[in-house]
């Protein structure tokens, strides 16, 4: 290439990089210095993991070691998994049962009817119905043995001799939820593993359960570093908000974790050292310091506490100092970079499948939707993009670099986009957030 080529080469990407730059779609500055101008050489091999085998350790992490399992009553248990199949306690319904208030009838119409007698839900069982006879029953009450059919209250009518008319053809059964109808005692109704939510609450109790035999939440603590961080009022002086405190927690409680407590560490290595050996939880997260500036403080307190370093750095953006280590075969420790988006890759990325597997929690089924623009990739490493779910297709948000949420604040998921980026129409694997957002801003 002449010189003029090459010149308006180096030009084409110095505009790049400048773009990368000041685009807040454009995920920081390693990207952008990325873009500035060809590499010159590969870049140097390093320590980090792809982005793949990363989430692939940290499950087997979690996964190595037995849950540890309680029984809980059901009001303790939502949020939790089961720790062994739900089996059917009695059949359900448990008795044949009135799916309508109207009457259960007996043989061929028209019907006798007593009109002193009913038969409501909750009562005890009633004398059997001849051939011949109507009661009044409400829903959800038994079925007088002998009766052939229920006819709801404004299908039928009763003329003055105190006869019953069916005002539709009536078939055998008609409107009775026989016994056993959803399930026989002993049947498996859920499998170990199911997260206990509402409706798994009230199957339980509907199948008779009082307690439920669950994995206990993996007990974890936050250390957030930083001397930098406020926890109240506007920055100032240099001094920031701390937006990891108020966010992980109900995080990784959404995640299946039980949040003891998140304590705010300065930037003291002897503090730092002192809360991770002396932390009885099964999992530390500590937020910053995991890059190498003067009081970046985790790989040399991992170093002293003689931790094996599972994951040190994963090739991810952003995220990519994240790391995860194993204290002792009980305890592990994932560190989370200090800019907040890149804190929320680590924590997907590292601590999701980790806690998964300590929660006894199964895999979700992966899956990939198109996505409708262009998105940028890093050269080498994979990029996590908050997306929201638009129709067909998961639309990239904006103001996705490392230090901001508000793309993420917006999103349903993360879109998992490969070294050299995607064009539109092209499926990518989508993580997705543990709710959805509830309000609408201007981030497409
Ligand atoms: N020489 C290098 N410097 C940096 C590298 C690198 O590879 N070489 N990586 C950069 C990347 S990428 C990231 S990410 C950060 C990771 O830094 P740390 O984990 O050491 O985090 P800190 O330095 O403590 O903080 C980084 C940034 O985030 C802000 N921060 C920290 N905690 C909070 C919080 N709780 N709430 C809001 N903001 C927070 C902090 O003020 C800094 O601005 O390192 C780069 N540097
Ligand atoms: O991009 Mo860093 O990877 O800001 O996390």
New binding site residues.
């Given amino acids: 290439m002449g010189e003029r080529g090459r010149g308006r080469r180096r030009a084409a990407y110095r505009e790049r990089g400048r773009r990368a730059m000041t685009d807040p779609e454009v995920d920081?500055?390693?990207e952008a210095l990325a873009l500035v101008g060809p590499p010159a050489r590969k870049p140097e091999p390093h320590r980090a993991t792809p982005w793949g085998d990363a989430r692939s350790v940290a499950a087997r992490a979690g996964a190595g070691r037995p849950a540890r399992t309680r029984r809980v009553e059901l009001g303790q248990a939502l949020g939790r998994v089961l720790a062994e199949p739900l089996a059917a306690l009695t059949d359900l319904p448990p008795f044949d049962t009135s799916a309508m208030d109207g009457w259960a009838v007996a043989g061929p119409g028209p019907w006798e009817v007593h009109e002193s007698e009913s038969v409501l839900a909750g009562h005890a069982q009633t004398p059997p119905l001849p051939d011949g006879e109507a009661v009044r029953i409400a829903t959800g009450a038994r079925i007088p043995s002998g009766a052939t059919a229920v006819i709801r209250s404004e299908h039928s009518r009763t003329d003055t001799t105190g006869h019953l008319h069916a005002q539709r053809a009536v078939t055998h059964g008609q409107d009775i939820r026989p016994r056993g109808q959803e399930c026989r005692s002993g049947d498996q109704l859920l499998p170990a593993g199911t997260p206990v939510t509402p409706a798994v609450l009230g199957l339980a109790a509907a199948a008779g359960y009082d307690e439920l035999h669950t994995v206990e939440p993996p007990r974890v603590e936050v250390l957030?570093?930083?001397d930098?961080?406020l926890t109240a009022g506007l920055p100032h002086d240099g001094l920031?908000?701390?937006?990891?405190?108020p966010m992980l927690a109900p995080w990784l409680r959404a995640l299946g974790a039980d949040v003891a407590v998140t304590r705010r560490i300065g930037?003291d290595a002897e503090a730092l050292y002192a809360a991770v050996s002396d932390s009885e939880a099964d999992v530390v997260i500590t937020?910053?310091?995991?890059?190498?500036?003067p009081?970046?403080h985790?790989h040399p307190v991992l170093h002293k506490a003689g931790a094996e370093l599972l994951v040190d750095g994963v090739k991810v953006?952003?995220?990519?100092?994240?790391l995860l280590a194993r204290l002792t075969p009980a305890k592990h420790l994932v560190?989370?970079?200090?800019?907040?988006l890149?804190?929320v890759s680590g924590l997907l990325t590292l601590a999701e499948p980790l806690l998964r597997g300590l929660a006894g929690r199964r895999a979700p089924a992966p899956y990939r939707a198109p996505v409708r623009d262009e998105v940028h990739g890093h050269p080498y490493d994979t990029r996590l993009v908050p997306v929201v779910h638009g129709g067909p297709h998961v639309v990239p948000l904006h103001y996705n670099g490392?230090?901001m949420l508000r793309g993420i604040a917006a999103a349903d998921g993360l879109a998992v986009v490969p070294p050299g980026g995607a064009g539109p129409g092209d499926e990518l694997e989508i993580l997705d957030l543990p709710w959805a957002p509830t309000t609408e801003g201007c981030f497409t």
Avoid: W
Avoid at 240 to 245: C, S
Avoid at 335 to 340: I, S
């Fill in positions: 920081g500055v390693d957030v570093l930083g930098e961080l920031i908000r701390d937006a990891l405190g930037d937020t910053g310091g995991t890059a190498s500036g009081v970046d985790v953006r952003p995220g990519h100092p994240m560190g989370l970079p200090g800019n907040p890149a804190a490392p230090a």
